[in-house]
Nanobody, 123 residues
Framework: QVQLVESGGGLVQAGGSLRLSCAASGSTDSINVIGWYRQAPGKQRELVATINSIGSTNYADSVKGRFTISRDKSRDNAKNTVYLQMNSLKPEDTAVYYC?????????????WGQGTQVTVSS
């Protein structure tokens, strides 16, 4: 079992910055990919950025060069936090941002989700 708790959302003006945090607990040493998705009103949930167990990152084209994902892992794996630094924010970045973690199973990957944090960018 993995628990994910997001924080750091809020209201910011266009051009501003926010940093989201996702604190992962539980069986975090089994996570192979962790990252962020977002869902705007009336739209499907979409990938924002991910980072895998060896530190390789993947970004949506719409956020490349503006967002940075990073991971802070404690030595005993008790604490595992993923950050999303968001710079040069645009109104179209407005969405609920969800932390996602993938845990391998015999049949594939099981996805854990956080409760989401609202990001609102005003023009």
């Amino acid at each position: 079992q993995v628990q994910l708790v997001e924080s750091g959302g809020g209201l910011v003006q266009a051009g501003g910055s926010l940093r989201l945090s996702c604190a992962a607990s539980g069986s975090t040493d089994s996570i192979n990919v962790i990252g962020w998705y977002r869902q705007a009103p009336g739209k499907q949930r979409e990938l924002v950025a991910t980072i895998n167990s060896i530190g390789s990152t993947n970004y949506a084209d719409s956020v490349k060069g503006r967002f940075t994902i990073s991971r802070d892992k404690s030595r005993d794996n008790a604490k595992n936090t993923v950050y999303l630094q968001m710079n040069s924010l645009k109104p179209e970045d407005t969405a609920v941002y969800y932390c996602n973690a993938l845990q391998p199973r015999a049949w594939g990957n099981y996805a854990y989700w956080g409760q989401g944090t609202q990001v609102t960018v005003s023009s």
